[in-house]
């Protein structure tokens, strides 16, 4: 049976952060049984598309999927179960923010039927966190920690790094911190300024500046070395795992195998047949919910993509692992060898540059090609 990944979009936050470009948005009031009905509704509409699927993930994720009633989360892990049988391992996935208020439902979600929780929880000094606008202080991020390693098997925190005056030492003690709380995941994210944030604002006027590049290229590799030696290695740019424990949900991204998105801006990628297709929900969310309660989905648009798209959206996501592309999967979406399906001369550039590695068993990008990935899908797809 073809694996099949479920992702579904709340799009909803108590305040926006000012780093953040997704697609999250504050309202007074949100109708949730509305909300609820709709959800439900988009994925009724795409399950006769996709029978002969087997689940392997469900992930809520936002904005802030931890607002949501753990009613709504276990209605819809419910109807999932009426259209897809569950792979054994199923992964159900939940973002949080680690607020108290949010951490007093770990246990419905639970019972729910999320097995695992990924904890926005950013910084661990108040002050790092006040900068970055989080609705949460460092005691409140260490406790909504314990109290997930306490009730759920797997569990997963963020940080982001390279903050305006952040040392490499202090970063190094945070690091050691975070170890401490850890469970067998991690996710380690560099600061970026996105446009059209309130950071991209306040940086252009000079409220404040990053450490500069050579600052920024210590703390990454501080943070491969310090993660690897604890056993947690970096299998995707920013993610760290012990063998065994990476989150099942992202890598079907990164190996570019199936997934369905629901709710508003959701995305997805399904492979119909010979075809497949590129899905994309309208992004806000008033606008999504008028086209579900209208025609019982929000699709924006639909593409089909061409044989050379699958071959630079399977390279953009899959040098982003570790482990790097399978030849055989790459074969098997493109029809095509790598050797075949790429510039002969750029991909031996790479190789010899020490970015890229071409073996029997497939393609990856080494530790320096990932640490300038962007880079280098531009020599190799230009
Ligand atoms: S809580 Fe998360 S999704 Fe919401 S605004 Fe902050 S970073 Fe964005």
Known sequence: MTPLALYIHWPFCKSKCPYCDFN?????????????????????HWAPALMDRELVSIFFGGGTPSLMAPATAAALIDRAAQHWPEARDLEITLEANPTSVEASRFAELRAAGVNRVSLGAQALDDASLKFLGRGHNAREARDAVGLASRLFDRFSFDLIYARPEQTLAAWRDELKAALAMAGHHLSLYQLTIEAGTAFATAFARGDFR???????????????????????????????????????????????????????????????????????????????????????????????????????????????????????A????????????????????????GFLALEAGGLRATPAGRQRLNAVLGALLA
């Open 210 to 328: 990053l450490p500069d590049e050579e600052t920024q290229g210590a703390l990454y590799e501080a943070t491969q070395e310090t993660l690897a030696a604890a056993g947690l290695p970096a299998y995707e740019i920013s993610n760290h795992a012990r063998p065994g424990e990476e989150c099942r949900h992202n890598l079907v991204y990164w190996r570019y195998q199936d997934y369905l998105g629901i709710g508003p801006g959701a995305h997805g990628r399904l492979t119909l047949g010979a075809e497949k297709r590129a899905l994309k929900n309208f992004r806000a969310p008033e606008t999504w919910l008028g086209a579900v309660e209208r025609a019982g989905q929000g699709q924006e648009e639909t593409l089909l993509l061409t044989a050379q798209e699958r071959r630079d959206e399977m390279l953009m996501m899959g040098l982003r692992l570790r482990e790097g592309i399978a030849r055989d």
């Open 24 to 44: 999250s948005h504050v309202r007074e009031r949100i109708d949730e049984p509305r909300w609820r009905a709709a959800l439900l509704a988009e994925l009724d």
């Open 330 to 353: 790459f074969r098997g979406e493109t029809g095509q060898d790598f050797e075949a399906a790429l510039d002969t001369a750029r991909l031996a550039g790479l190789c010899e540059a």
